[in-house]
């Protein structure tokens, strides 16, 4: 049988809460218990009073002033089976004879009661003894069972009304608590089962510093981690499918490709130089060409342990020689200023060399006509960092965070693998890419550890 958190919870509290109310029941009959007790000491002190000498008269006025002292009331049977009574309207005889035990004249009903006019009572009655100036009388204490439950309940009341008010506190107290710890196990559940669906959307932590709080922490970073985790896969099932594709067709297009610039440029040294700008225009596309399909090739594949140490002054020098006529005729400023210290990282420079072609070119085709890509490289704490900026609007909202993706491009005629490549060749030398605005221009900034052994001068 399926037993409920909520009840498995309640029940034990329950218990204790029952275990509370017994306690509470007890002490309150033990005041109860205890000021009955008082209650017939008192009466017995009063009668012992009246009856033990040295004593005096038992007349109306005394038995009024002691009727107002004790409020009970008091009858007197004299010797002359007369009665004197405090009674307001004098009951008839009969109904106090029948109480009255004439035999040894001492009965003590104070634990049970009778009926005078209608009215309960408790009764003490005593035998005056002989030396008494009442001698041979008989004296009855009657003891409204109204005003003694009035005494008992005064006793009790503090007990019961403390209990009941911890026992309802307690019990608010618990059921709200239940319900709370029971509501974040099933808002934890819903989350569970949405990350098992796939949602792995980070989810407000409550306040508070305790174990659901932790859960609720230990939930949310397991949903990051396998959000981080699907997205590598995703990236890694990209790269692996398109190293297949590109095995064949992209070796297909490159000899296409290079047969084709080797033929222009064989027949632009064969035309005069005023017809060579159409040839020149065909030549830069077909390198182009030549550049995407080599990026193809590159993405997918393991980066190439063949390593040397390389000098990143000259591929960067290499790489602004090649592109600056594009920036010329685009009519924008190119800026390469290298360090006076040594550049080298332990690096193959062709993969070098497309990692930062790709950064430059990216940045001169976000620059526009007219615009300005600066080339910086700068020492810091772990190594070398390359920084492209340009005066380009920068990346559009809707691809920031998924740039360095493949096939995303915010160019119409981009098809978004030159920021891939250039982070997977990034991350092969435990390096990071990146990018970020700063005031009206966009930089790119990659960075290559170095140790001192791989260092040579620039």
């Given at each position: 049988?399926?037993?409920?958190?909520?009840?498995?919870?309640?029940?034990?509290?329950?218990?204790?809460?029952?275990l509370?109310?017994?306690?509470?029941?007890?002490?309150?009959?033990?005041?109860?218990?205890?000021?009955?007790?008082?209650?017939?000491?008192?009466?017995?002190?009063?009668?012992?009073?009246?009856?033990?000498?040295?004593?005096?008269?038992?007349?109306?006025?005394?038995l009024?002033?002691?009727?107002g002292?004790?409020?009970a009331?008091?009858?007197?049977?004299?010797?002359?089976?007369?009665?004197?009574?405090?009674?307001?309207?004098?009951?008839?005889?009969?109904d106090?004879?029948?109480?009255?035990?004439?035999?040894?004249?001492?009965?003590?009903?104070?634990?049970?009661?009778v009926?005078?006019?209608?009215?309960?009572?408790?009764?003490?009655?005593?035998?005056?003894?002989?030396?008494?100036?009442?001698?041979?009388?008989?004296?009855?204490?009657?003891?409204?069972e109204?005003?003694?439950?009035?005494?008992?309940?005064?006793?009790?009341?503090?007990?019961?009304?403390?209990?009941?008010?911890?026992?309802?506190?307690?019990?608010v107290?618990?059921?709200?608590?239940?319900?709370r710890?029971?509501?974040s196990?099933?808002?934890?559940?819903?989350?569970?089962?949405?990350?098992?669906?796939g949602?792995?959307?980070?989810?407000?932590?409550?306040?508070?510093?305790?174990?659901?709080?932790?859960?609720y922490?230990?939930?949310?970073?397991?949903?990051?981690?396998?959000?981080?985790?699907?997205?590598?896969?995703?990236?890694?099932?990209?790269?692996?499918?398109?190293?297949?594709?590109?095995?064949?067709?992209?070796?297909?297009?490159?000899?296409?490709?290079?047969?084709?610039?080797?033929?222009?440029?064989?027949?632009t040294?064969?035309?005069?130089?005023?017809?060579?700008?159409?040839?020149?225009?065909?030549?830069?596309?077909?390198?182009?060409?030549?550049?995407?399909?080599?990026?193809?090739?590159?993405?997918?594949?393991?980066?190439?342990?063949?390593?040397?140490?390389?000098?990143?002054?000259?591929?960067?020098?290499q790489?602004?020689?090649?592109?600056?006529?594009?920036?010329?005729?685009?009519?924008?400023?190119?800026h390469?200023?290298?360090?006076?210290?040594?550049?080298?990282?332990?690096?193959?420079?062709?993969?070098?060399?497309?990692?930062?072609?790709?950064?430059?070119?990216?940045?001169?085709?976000?620059?526009?006509?007219?615009?300005?890509?600066?080339?910086?490289?700068?020492?810091?704490?772990?190594?070398?960092?390359?920084?492209?900026?340009?005066?380009?609007?920068?990346?559009?909202?809707?691809?920031?965070?998924?740039?360095?993706?493949?096939?995303?491009?915010?160019?119409?005629?981009?098809?978004?693998?030159?920021?891939?490549?250039?982070?997977?060749?990034?991350?092969?030398?435990?390096?990071?890419?990146?990018?970020?605005?700063?005031?009206?221009?966009?930089?790119?900034?990659?960075?290559?550890?170095?140790?001192?052994?791989?260092?040579?001068?620039?």
């Amino acid at each position: 049988m399926r037993l409920s958190l909520r009840y498995r919870l309640l029940l034990p509290l329950l218990l204790l809460l029952l275990l509370e109310i017994i306690g509470t029941a007890w002490l309150a009959g033990m005041a109860v218990e205890a000021a009955e007790q008082r209650v017939l000491a008192q009466l017995r002190s009063v009668a012992q009073t009246l009856t033990e000498p040295p004593t005096f008269p038992l007349t109306s006025r005394v038995l009024e002033q002691m009727r107002g002292l004790t409020g009970a009331e008091f009858a007197l049977l004299r010797t002359d089976q007369s009665w004197l009574t405090t009674f307001p309207s004098s009951p008839p005889p009969t109904d106090l004879e029948r109480l009255v035990v004439i035999d040894d004249g001492h009965r003590d009903e104070f634990h049970s009661s009778v009926l005078i006019q209608g009215q309960a009572f408790r009764i003490l009655q005593l035998k005056l003894p002989p030396n008494h100036p009442n001698a041979g009388g008989t004296l009855v204490i009657f003891f409204p069972e109204a005003r003694r439950r009035s005494l008992l309940w005064d006793a009790a009341r503090p007990l019961v009304i403390l209990g009941s008010a911890g026992a309802i506190l307690a019990s608010v107290l618990l059921g709200t608590a239940t319900e709370r710890l029971v509501q974040s196990i099933r808002d934890l559940q819903q989350r569970s089962r949405a990350i098992a669906e796939g949602n792995f959307a980070s989810v407000p932590v409550p306040p508070g510093n305790d174990e659901i709080t932790d859960l609720y922490r230990a939930i949310d970073e397991m949903a990051r981690r396998l959000a981080d985790f699907e997205a590598a896969w995703r990236s890694s099932e990209r790269l692996r499918i398109l190293g297949q594709f590109s095995g064949g067709l992209a070796h297909q297009l490159r000899n296409i490709a290079s047969g084709a610039r080797l033929a222009l440029q064989l027949h632009t040294m064969e035309v005069p130089a005023s017809d060579r700008e159409a040839l020149e225009v065909a030549f830069r596309q077909l390198q182009r060409l030549e550049q995407i399909v080599q990026q193809y090739l590159q993405l997918g594949k393991p980066p190439s342990d063949q390593r040397e140490p390389c000098d990143l002054c000259q591929v960067i020098g290499q790489v602004v020689d090649l592109l600056r006529p594009q920036a010329s005729h685009a009519e924008i400023t190119l800026h390469w200023q290298p360090p006076a210290e040594p550049a080298s990282i332990s690096a193959n420079p062709i993969e070098l060399g497309h990692l930062v072609h790709n950064l430059i070119a990216n940045a001169i085709e976000a620059a526009g006509r007219g615009g300005r890509v600066e080339i910086n490289l700068v020492r810091f704490s772990g190594g070398w960092r390359l920084q492209v900026c340009d005066t380009g609007p920068g990346p559009l909202a809707a691809i920031a965070e998924t740039l360095f993706e493949p096939f995303v491009t915010g160019r119409e005629q981009g098809i978004g693998l030159g920021l891939a490549v250039a982070r997977q060749i990034a991350e092969a030398y435990r390096g990071r890419i990146f990018w970020e605005r700063r005031e009206e221009c966009t930089v790119f900034i990659a960075e290559f550890p170095v140790e001192s052994s791989q260092e040579v001068p620039c």
